[in-house]
């Protein structure tokens, strides 16, 4: 599948089915070759799959100056907001009651980029 992150195509090898559902909001449809590949090791289980590929993607990208930040992230009135703090603090929690209180639209609810 080929993915397109900040300008920048990636072709995912070898991800399976659990990564491509998770990758699937950035398929670029009219993509017909990729400026990097990442081929991941078929027999990593999706977390290792997801970590590999976030940390391969976040090497490509660090020369277009974007930055991959622990957080939440909403689109609430064409604006994007990021709920950040440390991990178990419920910034998935405040992004869903953002969702259902506010008609808030998910971004991404982990690491994304900016």
């Avoid at 990636?10 to 398929?27: D, H, M, Q, R, T």
């Avoid at 977390?47 to 622990?70: C, D, F, W």
């Amino acid at each position: 599948m080929i993915i397109k992150i900040a300008d920048t195509t990636f072709s995912v090898i070898n991800g399976g089915a659990e990564l491509e559902k998770y990758i699937s909001p950035f398929k670029c449809e009219n993509c017909i070759n990729a400026e990097f590949k990442i081929v991941l090791d078929q027999s990593q289980d999706f977390m290792q799959k997801r970590s590999v590929m976030a940390i391969a993607i976040t090497e490509k990208l660090i020369g277009k100056n974007v930055l991959r930040i622990h957080a939440s992230s909403i689109c609430y009135k064409d604006k994007a907001i990021m709920f950040l703090a440390p991990s178990g603090t419920g910034k998935s929690t405040h992004a869903s009651l953002w969702n259902k209180y506010a008609g808030a639209e998910y971004i991404n609810d982990d690491q994304p980029y900016l």
